[in-house]
């Protein structure tokens, strides 16, 4: 195991994320960390990093430089954008940081910057064979890029950024934007992004993912306008419709007024017109109804980056999803038992398919794949206490930084980890799911009961479940065993009523022991 800091010298903001890199690549976030600081500052008039945002900004490295090596960081891969790499006086930063916080800084071009932030937030999305847009709206720039699960097809860095353009129309406002106003900074932005929009509808996409935090805290603000339930925005699904109020409701607001809007970060209250003029006029000008939000970005780049360095890994990172990989990365962290998951993921598809073919259910392979899931780390709570384990894998579901999951996602697969024991999923109707998702969540904790039961001694007994067709109500479910399963006919009995009770029927067992008819 090694340890790494990846920090992300922005305009706007300086974050870094420490991370331990495991046996099999896979990747723990030990802390993160950000500063605001302005670097950019001033900047863009004159071409210079100010002396009061050159001293924040050597401070603020300095500082999370410190941090990381206590963490035990062997290695700081430091990353600056615009407002270094546009600074005349960027030699004298790179100097400073190097002598005075033993950082070696790498000031990026603009396209490498997109490649980065690319390789970070494809990593944590779901994006299968599809193609994506990215939008990533820093604080001088905006990073556009398109790409599927493997490779990008196109980069660019626009000079359009929040601090960027709020330096050019609203300095030294502190009042409501007017429609006029607002108007300005659409059509400038439209006319620096014309040739990169050209190109995006040119090769085209299907789905619009965005990161950095102007993207993020315009989701937070309309979320909690329109009364979302959601505890993060990971994957939130931003309409533009919904956008462009919330973007009306903050133009009639002054500076002070709009710290106070629930959602919003108030360090970003004389920013964020601007940076939501940016994302307001690409996605109009590419025709995409909506955006997925991604908190992941350029520091979580550098991170997958570095990994790519080593030989194969790159193509052993690509053949396994977000998901899977993020959700197998758990349950190696909780130590699970490998084996007895399996089998229960296997049983559980099996009979869950089976089910659909008998019209006993119409859910299809999205739901299938929540299942997979589930039955993986439904134990995984045992690595805090068997005792209430399931209530301890609950929690760990929820709390752990899954990828490629929205809430709703995650919310279904802890619930029905939640209930593969002792509760049913009416009894936990007070969590966060309407009656769509509660049933289900009744369905797929019902097939996963089943299957738990058939591998309760984790011996290995059962190798198959089928389905025979009913009639009058009732359903056989033929057993293939290799031997006796006494102890597993008896949890199966135990656990039955909620599968009879979800697909209204009676269930007869039929145990087959191979060689014994």
Not at 273 to 298: C, E, K, N, Q, W
Not at 409 to 435: F, M, N, S, W, Y
Request: aromatic share 6%; hydrophobic share 40%; net charge negative.
């Amino acid at each position: 195991m090694r340890t790494i800091g990846a920090m992300d010298i922005g305009t706007n903001s300086i974050r870094m994320l420490v991370v331990r890199i495991e046996e099999g690549h896979d990747c723990s976030v030990l802390s993160t960390y950000k500063e605001v600081v302005r670097l950019g500052e001033g900047e863009f008039t004159h071409n210079k990093l100010t002396r009061p945002a050159m001293e924040r900004g050597l401070l603020v490295v300095r500082k999370f430089a410190d941090i990381a090596r206590r963490w035990g960081a062997e290695k700081i891969i430091a990353v600056a954008t615009s407002a270094v790499r546009e600074a005349q006086n960027r030699g004298e930063f790179e100097e400073r940081a190097l002598s005075e916080c033993g950082v070696d800084v790498r000031v990026v071009s603009g396209v490498e910057e997109a490649r980065l932030i690319y390789l970070g937030v494809v990593s944590g999305v779901d994006i299968g064979s599809s193609r994506g847009m990215f939008i990533d709206i820093g604080g001088g720039t905006t990073e556009l890029i398109i790409g599927d699960h493997r490779d990008y097809q196109f980069l660019d860095s626009l000079k359009l950024g929040a601090i960027r353009l709020a330096n050019i129309f609203l300095a030294g406002e502190t009042g409501p934007v007017s429609k006029r106003k607002y108007r300005q900074m659409l059509d400038y932005s439209r006319g620096v992004s014309n040739l990169a929009v050209r190109k995006v509808n040119e090769i085209g996409f299907d789905q619009a993912y965005g990161s950095s935090g102007t993207i993020m805290n315009l989701a937070e603000i309309t979320a909690k306008r329109k009364g979302a339930s959601v505890s993060s925005m990971r994957n939130f699904n931003l309409k533009y419709d919904d956008l462009a109020e919330t973007i009306q409701i903050l133009c009639g607001l002054s500076v002070e007024e709009r710290r106070n809007v629930p959602g919003i970060n108030p360090e970003r209250a004389d920013i964020i017109i601007s940076g939501a003029a940016v994302l307001d006029s690409i996605l109009t000008s590419v025709g995409a109804p909506s955006i997925t939000v991604s908190g992941r970005a350029l520091r979580e780049g550098i991170v997958v980056d570095y990994l790519f360095e080593e030989e194969h890994v790159r193509e052993e990172f690509l053949q396994i999803s977000a998901r899977e990989r993020s959700i197998m990365q758990l349950a190696r962290t909780c130590h699970f038992e490998e084996g007895h998951a399996v089998r229960v993921r296997d049983l559980a598809v099996s009979l869950f398919r089976q089910l659909r073919d008998m019209g006993l259910h119409a859910y299809g392979d999205v739901e299938e794949d929540l299942l997979r899931h589930a039955c993986i780390t439904h134990d995984i709570g045992s690595f805090v206490s068997h005792t209430n384990h399931n209530k301890h894998s609950y929690y760990l579901l929820r709390n752990w930084d899954l990828l490629g999951f929205d809430d709703e996602e995650i919310e279904i697969i802890a619930t029905t980890a939640l209930c593969h024991r002792k509760l049913t999923p009416k009894q936990v109707r007070g969590k966060k799911l309407d009656a769509s998702a509660l049933r289900l969540v009744e369905v797929l904790t019902s097939v996963l009961q089943v299957a738990d039961s058939l591998d309760i001694s984790q011996l290995d007994l059962v190798n198959d479940v089928a389905v025979r067709d009913h009639r009058d109500g009732r359903i056989i479910l033929e057993i293939f065993a290799r031997g006796a399963c006494e102890l597993e006919m008896w949890a199966l009995e135990r656990k039955k009523r909620l599968f009879e009770q979800t697909f209204g029927v009676k269930l007869d067992v039929r145990v087959i022991v191979a060689g014994g008819g």
